[in-house]
């Protein structure tokens, strides 16, 4: 009838954190960003500092419940946006669980969370302030910006010459992207992630599918500059899989050398990987379905001029996932 998913947990592992943090704004949308969120928060909360991360996300998601809400109500994608705030929720448990709750049936698999942000769009008619309320009402530590205000959607051009449109076709083509661009191509970036960037100390960009999650952030007009403007440090975490139809046969410099393509004005400093393998059991199940481990070339990355940062950053549990905690740990001794 329907599904409750629970949230994961953090498990507690004795580190520093030191009293006053740096500001970080992290970039992306998808289960990554939401993974390094929910380890910022934490740590933020242990060193009582109120302010919190803050994350600029994507909005041009067009598969699933968001994809059929854009198409009905005519608003942003608001999936990525729930995932982000619910990492940065203090909320009642309870009320984390209604807003991450998904319909079966008739309701189509929606979440009761993307429904509230499209009542809360209509009553506002603005999704900035939509988003705003949402995370009041979850009381979440810090801030979820979209990366644009505007209608856009993601245009794909492939090796073989071939174009797809919409972040689900271009996936599921399944062909080696050669470019991607926004549509429209002069999308204009939210006006607060703009004064995010400009009073960050450290830019994260990543974990998450670099095609349809980071590169879609960096190509909002006006973003990679004030990035570049800004006097923020700027990491880049490696992702532990390649993504079938995305990042086939890549290794790390691949993916700093395709972030690089569509935003050559992006300062890169860091790149931060993970060092411990994966099981055996992982490594079979991912490879059954196309996905391998990244290699990366120490080496290699450092003569792009980046400074490579290894750490013991893998969860626990079946998934091939960066583990909370450790993520953010490493960043903030990046940022120190």
Do not use: W
């Not at 979209?146 to 073989?160: I, K, W």
């Not at 410099?253 to 992006?266: N, Q, T, Y």
């Amino acid at each position: 009838m329907f599904n409750v998913e629970p949230r994961p947990s953090l498990r507690a592992t004795p580190s520093a954190v030191p009293a006053c943090l740096p500001r970080i704004t992290a970039l992306g949308g998808g289960t990554g960003l939401a993974v390094l969120l929910r380890g910022l928060r934490e740590l933020y909360r242990q060193a009582e500092d109120t302010a919190g991360p803050t994350a600029i996300v994507t909005v041009a998601d067009d598969g699933g419940s968001s994809g059929r809400l854009r198409r009905e109500f005519d608003m942003l994608a608001p999936g990525d946006i729930r995932n982000c705030l619910l990492a940065l929720s203090d909320a009642d448990p309870t009320l984390q669980q209604l807003f991450d709750f998904r319909f079966d049936g008739k309701l189509g698999d929606h979440s009761l969370g993307n429904l509230m942000l499209v009542a809360l769009t209509l009553m506002e008619r603005d999704f900035g302030k939509a988003v705003q309320r949402a995370a009041g009402l979850l009381a979440v530590h810090g801030r979820v910006l979209p990366a644009t205000l505007d209608e856009v959607a993601l245009l794909a051009r492939f090796e073989d010459g071939s174009c797809s449109m919409g972040e689900s076709c271009i996936t599921a083509a399944g062909r080696r992207i050669e470019r991607l661009s926004l549509v429209p191509p002069d999308t204009r970036p939210a006006p607060e992630a703009l004064k995010a960037i400009a009073g960050s100390d450290l830019v994260v960009i990543g974990p998450g599918s670099l095609y349809t999650s980071l590169i879609p952030v960096l190509l909002v007009v006006g973003l990679v500059e004030a990035i570049a403007a800004s006097h923020a440090q700027v990491a880049l975490v490696m992702n532990l899989m390649s993504e079938p139809g995305e990042t086939d046969d890549y290794d790390a410099s691949d993916l700093v050398a395709a972030l690089r393509r569509h935003a050559p004005a992006l300062p890169l400093h860091h790149v931060l990987l993970n060092r411990t393998p994966l099981a055996g059991e992982q490594l079979r199940r991912y490879g059954a379905e196309g996905a391998a481990p990244i290699p990366a070339d120490h080496a290699s990355l450092a003569s792009l001029g980046l400074q490579v940062s290894a750490h013991d950053l893998l969860g626990e549990g079946p998934k091939a996932r960066h583990d909370p905690r450790k993520l953010a740990q490493a960043l903030l001794e990046l940022a120190a």
